[in-house]
């Protein structure tokens, strides 16, 4: 398949779903390398389309009216599917996990996060790379993008949060 009609197809791939896409689907998909979808992924985002990458692939951003709030923890490493799960358990999607650095200034880690089973992949992740969460860098301070439908669920998800000593206040 030719790159330009490829791209085409990647772009209304990422489109028709609300779940991440990984690069080795798509390079199955298509019928080349997970590197050449990376490059097409690349030259993509150059022409200006906005492309997310996530631990489980890639998202366009969704195009709606459901708010994103942003809400700070502090937590160690231990309780991060404990977190997780609270908000997800509340009615929250995490966008993403963002610290603040010295140096670098904001770090923002996309992670699209709906359910249990993708805050379980995740979590499993970290473990299995033996990766550190961006939040070590702040001694577990940090913000979480998360929408949800109306602000009582965001109240609910703080509540839950505050409950188990994660909310940062």
């Known amino acids: 398949m030719q790159r330009e009609k490829r791209k085409d197809n990647i772009i209304r791939k990422l489109q028709s779903t609300d779940s991440p896409v990984s690069a080795s689907s798509l390079a199955k998909e298509f019928g080349v390398s997970r590197q050449i979808i990376v490059g097409d992924i690349a030259i993509l985002r150059a022409e200006g389309h906005d492309i997310s990458s996530t631990p489980r692939g890639y998202v ?3 195009i709606g009216t459901t708010p994103v709030y942003r809400i700070a923890c502090k937590h160690d490493s231990s309780k991060i599917l404990e977190e997780l799960n609270a908000i997800v358990d509340c009615g929250g999607i995490l966008l993403d996990v963002s610290v603040e650095h010295p140096i670098y200034g904001e770090l923002v ?7 249990r089973l993708d805050a379980k992949e995740f979590s499993d992740k ?3 790379s033996n990766a550190p969460p961006l939040s070590l860098l702040t001694g577990g301070i ?4 998360i929408t949800c439908r109306d602000e009582a669920t965001l109240e609910r998800i703080k509540d839950k949060l505050r409950s188990i000593g994660i909310l940062f206040e």
């Open 60 to 62: 366009l951003p969704q």
């Open 109 to 115: 880690g996309n992670l699209h996060i709906a359910n």
């Open 126 to 128: 970290i473990i299995e």
């Open 142 to 145: 940090h913000l979480h993008a």
